[in-house]
């Protein structure tokens, strides 16, 4: 399809800068298959759903994967996108010009890495030194990698690392959140309990390549990066069993349904998954897995706003989206929410 039929106005002042607080009191607009939109807030999840719906979360927990660097006298910044072994990283790197195989960049506190090979996207490998664990080092010297979006128009503050992060993040390795997911507070879990919503968790390390334009004219031509995720036997067999027993299974966010739909099998049964996904979901793609969507408002021409679209059809959310712009709704990663209910 061509990317250009994804494409949308967004009035600059529509994009959060900051989460809704509490989290819960975030809008959140709700498109059924048909009909008119609803306008209501987070809160108003219970209602929306059904006794014996299963809401499925992303327990990744972000990373502080952003470092600035020095190769000599020149500036480096690196954004870590995937973990390869132990000790290297794929990363994005701005000043790439100035770095050659084989070069050594110096952080701060001490920590280094050499730039091992750059892949034919334009990331590079980069391999840190020393037996310390990455993740210790990235604790010294990183930064929380706010999405350009926001880190282009204010800094990194210490509010962003609580706020960046879910209440369900625990698995080290994404380097960006699962924004729906944000939106979650406890007293929202307990009235989830209390109306019969189940929930479960799902592991997929969100990588940096979520934030990245989709740069070709016809979406056949776009490759998506690959991420890591995991979906255990048990969290796998109660998921099916939820369907059979007449449960809804609703993604919360796009990282939860990619790799539900990328660990189910063409009659629909989930298996248990730990690998790479790349799956790349646009109109046409026919949903094995879920039967719903909680999720932020996304970018114009991105990889997110073709899920949804495929999810809901094109013109229902070039709609939907209309509805949420000229409605104040707040956009991309602290702002409000939707609740996609298809047929």
Do not use: C
């Not at 006794?51 to 954004?79: C, H, K, M, S, Y």
């Not at 349904?257 to 790349?278: H, K, M, N, W, Y």
Request: glycine share 8%; no cysteine; charged share 25%.
């Amino acid at each position: 399809m061509r990317v250009d039929l994804f494409d949308f106005v967004l009035p600059p002042e529509r994009i959060a800068l900051r989460p809704s607080r509490p989290r819960d009191t975030a809008r959140m607009l709700v498109v059924p298959p048909d009909g008119a939109f609803r306008d209501l807030t987070v809160r108003h999840l219970p209602a929306m759903l059904r006794r014996g719906d299963v809401l499925i979360f992303n327990d990744t927990r972000v990373i502080p994967a952003q470092l600035e660097g020095r190769r000599g006298e020149a500036r480096i910044g690196a954004t870590l996108h995937k973990r390869l072994d132990m000790r290297r990283w794929q990363a994005f790197i701005r000043n790439a010009k100035r770095v050659r195989e084989g070069d050594d960049i110096a952080f701060p506190a001490g920590v280094s890495a050499v730039a091992e090979r750059r892949h034919e996207d334009g990331s590079w490998t980069l391999a840190f030194a020393g037996e310390e664990p990455v993740e210790h080092l990235l604790e010294r010297a990183g930064q929380l990698p706010l999405p350009p979006y926001i880190a282009g128009k204010r800094p990194t503050d210490a509010a962003d690392r609580e706020d960046y992060q879910t209440i369900f993040a625990n698995e080290k390795g994404a380097v960006a959140a699962p924004t729906a997911a944000l939106h979650f507070t406890s007293e929202l879990l307990t009235a989830l309990d209390d109306a019969g919503i189940a929930r479960e968790t799902l592991t997929l390390h969100v990588g940096a390549g979520t934030f990245l334009p989709v740069k070709t004219e016809d979406t056949d031509a776009h490759r998506m990066h690959a991420e890591w995720g995991r979906i255990d036997g048990q969290t796998a067999e109660r998921l099916n069993d939820a369907r059979i027993a007449g449960g809804r299974l609703i993604a919360v966010g796009t990282t939860s349904l990619r790799l539900l739909e990328s660990a189910t099998d063409r009659v629909g049964t989930i298996r248990p998954f730990e690998g790479d996904t790349a799956i790349f979901i646009t109109p046409g793609y026919r949903f094995r897995a879920v039967d719903g969507l909680m999720t932020n408002f996304h970018l114009p021409r991105s990889t997110l706003f073709m899920l949804v679209s495929a999810l809901m059809g094109l013109e229902r959310m070039q709609a939907a989206y209309a509805h949420a712009i000229e409605s104040d709704y707040r956009f991309y990663s602290y702002g409000d929410a939707s609740l996609l209910l298809p047929q």
